[in-house]
């Protein structure tokens, strides 16, 4: 019977390859695609923000005149 104590375990990893992958040079951003996107968003944001003003001048109104009646 072997020690079980003693059992070898085989390193996967040297020391110089944990640390290769953090220090790569990654592309910048384009600041022109992120100022389009954010105002896409934007503009998105404006449109659903309306639709729910809209929706909810509708209700009201709609409940004002049962209430009228």
Do not use: C, W
Request: hydrophobic share 45%; net charge positive; proline share 1%.
């Amino acid at each position: 019977m072997g020690r079980i104590h003693q059992a070898r375990t085989e390193n996967q990893y040297s020391s110089g390859q944990v640390f290769d992958n953090k220090f790569v040079a990654k592309d910048r951003p384009n600041l022109n695609n992120l100022l389009k996107k954010r105002q896409d968003a934007k503009n998105s944001d404006t449109k659903i923000n309306l639709i729910i003003i809209s929706a909810a001048t509708a209700v009201a109104v709609v409940v004002l005149a049962i209430l009228s009646l």
